[in-house]
């Protein structure tokens, strides 16, 4: 069974950092490109941050020299490391898995709710 669980999810301040982590299980994660996506209120999902297999990362211009993606192939993790968060950076953030031989075949998580506020 896959599953992808986020953590990490809370209320900062504007202008801090924080980071978020999913745990990925149930897949061959070596073989899946990850990506943090996030919706805010109102919005439309939108892509955050991706990486690839290999490593390669790319992110969406409004996160990009602030936010950070990584992944850990040992522990089946990525992590999103955030910083100057922004109060319109208010969101769900929702980890992604899509396997690279497919890619019809993803999968998401269930997200956590990351709402900066002073």
């Known amino acids: 069974q896959v599953q992808l669980v986020e953590s990490g999810g809370g209320v900062v301040q504007p202008g801090a950092a924080h980071k978020l982590s999913c745990e990925t299980s149930?897949?061959?994660?070596?073989?899946?490109?990850m990506a943090w996506y996030r919706q805010g209120p109102g919005r439309q999902r939108e892509l955050v941050a991706l990486?690839?297999?290999?490593?390669?990362?790319n992110y969406s211009d409004s996160v990009k020299g602030r936010f950070t993606i990584s992944r850990d192939g040992a522990k089946k993790t990525i992590s999103l490391q955030m910083n100057d968060l922004r109060p319109e950076e208010t969101a769900v953030y929702y980890c992604?898995?899509?396997?690279?031989?497919?890619?019809?075949?993803?999968?998401w998580g269930q997200g956590t709710q990351v709402t900066v506020s002073s």
């Open positions: 149930g897949f061959i994660f070596t073989l899946y490109a």
């Open positions: 992604w898995a899509r396997y690279e031989g497919d890619c019809l075949r993803q999968f």
């Open positions: 990486i690839t297999p290999g490593g390669l990362d």
